[in-house]
């Protein structure tokens, strides 16, 4: 049962526009959503976070977008850049697991 | 400061056989998280460990183990290799436990044969 989910597998998107990525969740007892990102031979590296009290939060060209009620997130990426490239995951926290849940992630492709 | 290291940072084995990670954790860090990644699967939570006791567990089977020592090192175990358990395995650790950011090593890339 996959409560975190990444529906699409990658993306491609122009250097300079908006990268948008998608996750959805089916658990509403999480309560912290966090993004990571997974260059090739490394591990994920934090990016940007949201509380459930919150619906969005900015980091410079990050931003975190939260719909409770749709149990959905997205991260928008303004303006894209090559280095960006990389596997994206949503993760999730929170309920009676006290574990992080992690989708599967997107593959995200800037093009120069 | 240094960063989450793994060793090794590739191994091969055969089925049957078993296998022991390692991990050193940032210094000060107390919680320590595996988590295998294969290929469609995401990220899967093995289990954490919090000064020296396993506080949180996924479903895996037994054959997963794992230990954490005084000065937070941690190592995992797993016994009676699968072809399927053929993944990145990956250590996190962090300053309380999982709600805290995370920071990953590199991993380690189990190849069972």
Redesign the interface.
């Given at each position: 049962d996959q409560q975190?989910k990444?529906n699409s597998p990658s993306l491609s998107v122009q250097e300079g526009r908006i990268s948008i990525l998608n996750c959805d969740y089916t658990n509403s007892m999480f309560d912290?959503f966090?993004w990571?990102k997974k260059y090739p031979?490394?591990?994920?590296?934090?990016l940007i976070?949201i509380s459930s009290i919150k619906d969005k939060n900015e980091d410079g060209r990050f931003t975190v977008f939260l719909n409770k009620s749709a149990k959905h997130l997205s991260l928008h990426i303004v303006p894209s850049q090559p280095g960006d490239s990389a596997v994206y995951?949503c993760?999730a926290?929170g309920g009676a697991?006290?574990?992080?849940?992690?989708?599967?992630?997107t593959l995200l492709a800037v093009q120069p | 400061k240094a960063g989450?290291t793994q060793t090794p940072r590739y191994l091969i084995k055969t089925r049957g056989q078993q296998v022991t990670l390692s991990c050193s954790p940032i210094s000060g860090h107390r919680s320590v998280?595996w988590?295998q990644q294969t290929p469609?699967?995401?990220?899967?939570?093995l289990f954490?460990y919090f000064s020296e006791t396993q506080?949180?567990k996924?479903n895996f089977p037994g054959r997963f183990s794992g230990r954490q020592f005084s000065n937070s090192r941690s190592e995992m175990n797993v016994s009676t290799l699968e072809l399927g358990d053929s993944a990145l395995y990956?250590c996190?650790s962090s300053l309380v436990?999982?709600?805290n950011?995370?920071?990953?090593?590199?991993?380690t890339r189990l190849s069972v044969l």
């Open positions: 975190v990444q912290y966090l990571y031979a490394e591990g994920p590296t934090f976070s995951f993760a926290f697991t006290n574990k992080l849940i992690f989708g599967t992630g | 989450v998280s988590y469609g699967q995401g990220l899967q939570f954490e506080r949180n996924g990956l996190a436990g999982t709600k950011i995370q920071y990953f090593g590199a991993g």
